[in-house]
């Protein structure tokens, strides 16, 4: 069994920075990508950022130039630093992972969510 546990999240003003972490634990091989994804209210869950062991990273176009996602492989922790944040950058954020079992099946595991809110 894996968990995915976040932190980090919080209330902020326009303009302001947050960061978050996400920790994998429990039974891990190895770990394919982590990733965040977000919702807002009334809205489908969407990538925010996602990077892989080879550290490739892809962020959605709203994102781009304002967060930056990165990762430590021996903590399997991954990292969202968001800078400039937007009201429209209100959502909860989920950590996403891809982590493959010492049997080598791959499943898809999410965190619980970190609410991330931006006041203007």
């Known amino acids: 069994q894996v968990q995915l546990v976040e932190s980090g999240g919080g209330l902020v003003q326009a303009g302001g920075s947050l960061r978050l972490s996400c920790g994998a634990s429990?039974?891990?091989?190895?770990?394919?990508?982590m990733g965040w994804y977000r919702q807002a209210p009334g809205k489908q869950r969407e990538l925010v950022a996602r990077?892989?062991?080879?550290?490739?990273?892809n962020y959605a176009d709203s994102v781009k130039g304002r967060f930056t996602i990165s990762r430590d492989n021996a903590k399997n922790t991954v990292f969202l630093q968001m800078n400039s944040l937007k009201p429209e950058d209100t959502a909860v954020y989920y950590c996403?992972?891809?982590?493959?079992?010492?049997?080598?099946?791959?499943?898809?595991?999410w965190g619980q969510g970190t609410q991330v809110t931006v006041s203007s």
């Open positions: 996403n992972a891809e982590i493959l079992s010492f049997s080598r099946v791959k499943v898809r595991y």
């Open positions: 429990g039974t891990i091989f190895s770990i394919n990508f």
């Open positions: 990077i892989t062991s080879g550290d490739s990273t």
